[in-house]
């Protein structure tokens, strides 16, 4: 599977990062897009720099991963186009700009054009939104968005599974965006699993 994962400026960029390395893991090929206000926060929440792919393939000890970057304002690249999309893509964390953007239509880069071309082309197109409280503009973007076709994954990590540590908290989002996408994985016990 290809899949287009974007990470922007809303805190929570533990999630998409935790994401990225199970696809690579589970073998999926990555393309990776950042906004500047995403690459500022991952650096400043993780201290992982999303501009070196190399010491990201070797954080993880995933040498030959299939992963590739884009630059946020590079419209050229066939992830902006419907005869190249990729299969799925996933927006984690998603800021509530991005949200009222792809909800209004506006392609201003390639974050939201990949999103506009997702649903137009009814290909998964899925959403981490991170913010709290949410107003009523937000609820309505994202409703709209839901409406269109996208999949709205909020940050919310559930507690039956009894987790120990912040990892476990941050497994069971990036697994439930696994799930969405179908990739097989590990990251919680499921209800029913329970000892």
């Known amino acids: 599977m290809r899949v287009l994962l974007a990470i922007t400026g809303a805190s929570g960029a533990i999630y998409g990062l935790r994401l990225l390395e199970e696809l690579l893991k589970a073998g999926q090929q990555v393309t990776l897009v950042a906004s500047s206000s995403g690459r500022e926060v991952c650096r400043y929440e993780t201290g992982v720099d999303l501009t070196a792919i190399a010491e990201l393939k070797q954080r993880w000890q995933l040498p030959n991963a299939a992963l590739a970057l884009r630059e946020v304002d590079d419209l050229w690249v066939p992830e902006a186009s419907g005869s190249a999309a990729p299969d799925a893509m996933v927006i984690a964390p998603c800021s509530m700009g991005t949200v009222g ?24 197109l899925i959403l981490l939104p991170r913010e709290t409280p949410l107003s009523a503009i937000h609820l309505e973007n994202l409703l709209k968005l839901s409406r269109a076709g996208a999949r709205i994954v ?14 476990n908290l941050v497994d069971f989002v990036a697994g439930k965006l696994m799930d969405q996408l179908g990739v097989p994985h590990q990251l919680f016990r499921r209800w029913g699993e329970m000892v």
């Open 154 to 167: 909020p940050a919310m990590p559930a507690f039956y599974h009894q987790p120990q540590t912040l990892e």
């Open 101 to 124: 953007r792809i909800a209004a239509g506006i392609s201003g880069n390639l974050i939201e054009r990949a999103a506009d071309v997702m649903l137009k082309e009814a290909r998964p």
